[in-house]
T-cell receptor, first 116, second 112 residues
Framework: GAVVSQHPSRVICKSGTSVKIECRSLDFQATTMFWYRQFPKQSLMLMATSNEGSKATYEQGVEKDKFLINHASLTLSTLTVTSAHPEDSSFYIC????????????FGSGTQLSVL | TQLLEQSPQFLSIQEGENLTVYCNSS?????LQWYRQEPGEGPVLLVT?????EVKKLKRLTFQFGDARKDSSLHITAAQPGDTGLYLC????????????FGQGTTLQVKP
């Protein structure tokens, strides 16, 4: 089946630094990828839709200057958390859309971000 | 606004028991998906249902899409400890570039 690789799986950083998370579709091209945030034992909250070659679409309440998204190729989207603060600590997950009659989303394995 | 109401949110049962998780909405979806997620990992797709009234079976798991495509259920027969995890329903609309709305999730614990 289709595979989505997310890296890194875990990152610890100091407050004020920026962190980049990569999401790659390994065996298919994804014109659309999605970024989610998840708190412990809670559901996924959609942050933004990443579109290859164009600007990302952010959900209401998500700061676009805080969470920079770049989808420079059909297999790679990146999420950069700028000037991270402890409240940004969370589990971040990406997904990539595989189109078709019964289109599917394939999820990365997530990135646990801890900001000290 | 939570468009998908998932219940129950927590469920702890003994091995061998049956259970049902519900996902309800006032919105009509083109498709509804069920995922299972382990701690520290991304969700894994279990099934996609697209037709009103559709029933799909995956071993001991039975998924149903409501006739009006507003609700869905997941029934597990003879639950096993390996079924423990977070179960998520997610609704989507055709022509919406794959964007999904997730339910709150159901944390299932199956005790041996």
């Amino acid at each position: 089946g289709a595979v989505v690789s997310q890296h890194p799986s875990r990152v610890i950083c100091k407050s004020g630094t920026s962190v980049k998370i990569e999401c790659r579709s390994l065996d298919f091209q994804a014109t659309t990828m999605f970024w989610y945030r998840q708190f412990p034992k809670q559901s996924l909250m959609l942050m933004a839709t990443s579109n290859e070659g164009s600007k990302a679409t952010y959900e209401q309440g998500v700061e676009k200057d805080k969470f920079l998204i770049n989808h420079a190729s059909l297999t790679l989207s990146t999420l950069t958390v700028t000037s991270a603060h402890p409240e940004d600590s969370s589990f971040y997950i990406c997904s990539a859309r595989l189109g078709g009659v019964r289109e599917k989303l394939f999820f990365g394995s997530g990135t646990q971000l801890s900001v000290l | 606004t939570q468009l998908l109401e998932q219940s129950p949110q927590f469920l702890s049962i003994q091995e061998g028991e049956n259970l049902t998780v519900y996902c309800n909405s006032s919105s009509v979806f083109s498709s509804l998906q069920w995922y299972r997620q382990e701690p520290g990992e991304g969700p894994v797709l279990l099934v996609t249902v697209v037709t009103g009234g559709e029933v799909k079976k995956l071993k001991r798991l039975t998924f149903q899409f409501g006739d009006a495509r507003k609700d869905s259920s997941l029934h597990i027969t003879a639950a096993q400890p390996g079924d423990t995890g977070l179960y998520l329903c997610a609704g989507g609309w055709s022509g919406n570039t794959g964007k999904l709305i997730f339910g709150q999730g159901t944390t299932l614990q199956v005790k041996p």
